[in-house]
């Protein structure tokens, strides 16, 4: 028998999440991604219902790097929308001109949260 769950849950350093479909996602060959997710998960521990702006997550996920400012939301876009693809879907939050992370998501350990 398969578990679902209706919210997605994620781990507390964004290396892997359990998708509402119950798959389980490694984020450990997607770099980007991976430190995208972590500023949205630490945002939401430190500072639940935050959000963080595109510039804060451009920052994040692209550290160190210099990248023109279309290119950069052109980067952060595509990160959105694959972590979306990935199984986070609507836990991903467009809101208030920044991105959070849906406030019933659970961040916890996988192997704790069953």
């Known amino acids: 028998m398969k578990v679902t769950h209706r919210t ?8 892997r999440f359990r998708a509402s479909s119950g798959i389980v996602v490694t984020l450990q060959r997607r770099r980007k991604l991976r ?3 972590a500023a949205l998960v630490h945002c939401r521990l430190e500072r639940p219902g935050h959000v963080l702006s595109p510039s804060q997550l451009i920052e994040a996920g692209w550290p160190d790097e210099r ?4 290119a950069a939301r052109a980067r952060l876009h595509v990160a959105v929308s694959s972590l979306r693809k990935l199984g ?4 991903l939050e467009f809101h208030q ?3 959070r992370l ?3 998501v659970d961040v ?5 949260a069953a």
């Open 108 to 112: 916890a350990p996988l192997s704790d």
């Open 88 to 91: 986070l879907g609507d836990a």
């Open 35 to 37: 430190l995208v997710l």
């Open 97 to 99: 001109g920044g991105y």
């Open 8 to 15: 997605p849950i994620i781990e507390p350093d964004g290396w």
């Open 102 to 104: 849906d406030p019933a």
């Open 67 to 70: 990248i023109y400012p279309r």
